[in-house]
């Protein structure tokens, strides 16, 4: 199994609906990221959290909101989608120590119409 | 702030070595990634560099100057798998997230 799942992997919506992406994790990481990845932009940080008490907004949160439901757990919604949020999202965590290296789900790839 | 630069394409050849470089500017520095993705997928992990000087990981090699702000990819070997985009990203402190660069596409052709 996937240490790092997301759900759902595909999504097609209309602008302005309100929508949530979900990530699991298995590892027992303590943090937990989302980024956005868009065709010659890179990976952008919209929201990351370092532990279930604790959110902090990247460097494009508007438009966004999360919830860190536990440990293992944490949600990104878009509360009103427009097209312009048409992106591949991902989510990742991470060890509190160490190396910190960040480990990526497989992806959610959403249009909004 | 931080600005991390990597070239946009590159091409090489099977069989052949590559070296993808990666210059960053930060306020703090706590480690240099390398990520590789293939098209739609996720990102996965390469290689970490702390300090200064070369880690190596079977084909891949990756170099570590933290006084010139540069690191590099070495491919050895390359196969046709191996085409794929390399991402950059640098943590500037302990408890800051990954900021990426925008990866450079390696082809590599026969």
């Known amino acids: 199994d996937a240490d790092v799942t997301q759900t759902p992997r595909n999504r097609i919506t209309k602008t302005g609906k309100r929508i949530m992406l979900e990530c699991s994790q298995t590892k027992g990481h303590d943090r937990m990221y989302w980024y956005r990845q868009d065709p010659g932009l890179g990976l952008r940080l919209i929201y990351y959290?370092?532990?279930?008490?604790?959110?902090n907004k990247g460097e494009i949160s508007d438009g966004y909101s999360v919830s860190r439901q536990a440990q293992a757990k944490f949600s990104l919604s878009l509360e009103s989608a427009i097209p312009n949020q048409t992106a591949l999202y991902f989510c990742?965590?991470?060890?509190?120590?160490?190396?910190?290296?960040?480990?990526f789900g497989p992806g959610t790839r959403l249009l909004v119409l | 702030g931080q600005n991390i630069d990597q070239p946009t394409e590159m091409t090489a050849t099977e069989g052949a070595i590559v070296q993808i470089n990666c210059t960053y500017q930060?306020?703090?520095?706590?480690?240099l990634f390398w990520y590789q993705q293939h098209a739609g997928e996720a990102p996965t992990f390469l290689s970490y560099n702390v300090l200064d000087g070369l880690e190596e990981k079977g084909r891949f090699s990756s170099f570590l100057s933290r006084s010139k702000g540069y690191s590099y990819l070495l491919l050895k070997e390359l196969q046709m798998k191996d085409s794929a985009s390399y991402l950059c990203a640098v943590r500037h402190s302990g408890n800051t997230p990954l900021v990426f660069g925008k990866g450079t596409r390696l082809s590599v052709i026969a």
């Open positions: 959290s370092f532990d279930v008490k604790d959110i």
């Open positions: 930060t306020s703090g520095f706590n480690g």
């Open positions: 990742a965590t991470s060890e509190a120590s160490g190396s910190r290296t960040q480990y």
